[in-house]
């Protein structure tokens, strides 16, 4: 909106020409239907998570947090949208659950995390340490991946008492 606002300012200088003007309009008009579109996207998945009771989803976090392991979480394991955009995230968030996709995986605040829990490559060093979860999107998926990459012998073990009484399937890597 930024640079569609700094176009428009532009659109006044009648020094650009009239085929600069028109190309000024243009990449306004396409950035505002890109803010737009985006908007409407995103305002969805706010808004209902907002309309909804989100206090078992908030609660499960919470007991994530709690616990002293580490949990690598993959992208869309967890809903990520239960907390609005203004809303903070509570008080260990980023301490106990590593999001293993985004901008922020290889982050130096990040990395000392991991270091804290003898990881420096996620999938790789959690195989076989006791004080690393994961919460995969596809639970044989990950495991085909460790096993390919990493470790043959591996396999995903489902911690059953966190996972009951969290109600969200949470495994350990072994081997």
């Not at 190309?23 to 305002?43: D, E, G, P, R, S």
């Not at 996709?101 to 982050?107: K, L, Y």
Request: hydrophobic fraction near 40%.
């Amino acid at each position: 909106m930024a640079i569609s606002a700094g176009m428009l300012w532009q659109l006044g200088d009648v020094r650009l020409g009239r085929g600069r003007q028109v190309v000024c309009l243009l990449i306004t008009l396409t950035a505002m239907v890109v803010c737009l579109n985006q908007y409407k996207t995103f305002h969805s998945k706010y808004s209902d998570n907002l309309a909804g009771d989100n206090g078992y989803s908030k609660k499960q976090i919470q007991m994530l947090i709690d616990d002293e392991h580490l949990f690598i979480v993959g992208s869309t394991a967890l809903n990520q949208y239960i907390y609005s955009p203004l809303e903070a995230f509570p008080q260990g968030y980023r301490d106990k659950l590593y999001f293993s996709a985004g901008w922020a995986v290889r982050h130096p605040q990040v990395m000392e995390l991991l270091a804290e829990y003898d990881v420096e490559n996620p999938y790789k060093d959690s195989v076989n340490n006791e004080k690393v979860y994961v919460i995969p999107n596809d639970v044989e998926r990950l495991v085909r991946y460790v096993r390919y990459y990493y470790d043959e012998n591996a396999r995903a073990e489902l911690v059953e008492d966190l996972s009951a009484e969290v109600g969200i399937n949470i495994y350990k890597l072994v081997s």
